[in-house]
């Protein structure tokens, strides 16, 4: 196993995948209903730091699972809730 993970080897070929399945695309048509995930930015009171990008991995494989689970999975990244 390489020490390092090498994007450029495996990414590309991963997201024909996803856009050829159409797995990021909610239908809108679903009898499960719909899920949603609204992303509000981080706080401006710290650094960023892996906490934040540990939630947003982990909301991007909820919605991929829930759309391959048959759910109108959307992903809201972005909102303002603190009056920016």
Not at 24 to 51: E, F, R
């Amino acid at each position: 196993m390489d020490k390092r993970y090498d994007h450029k080897k495996y990414e590309k070929q991963i997201y024909k995948m996803w856009e050829k399945d159409k797995y990021a695309v909610p239908k809108g048509n679903s009898k499960k209903g719909p899920y949603t995930i609204i992303l509000p930015p981080p706080n401006a009171s710290g650094k960023m730091h892996t906490g934040n990008i540990l939630m947003l991995a982990i909301e991007d494989i909820l919605i991929r699972w829930k759309r391959m689970q048959g759910y109108d999975a959307l992903w809201v990244p972005g909102t303002d809730h603190a009056g920016f």
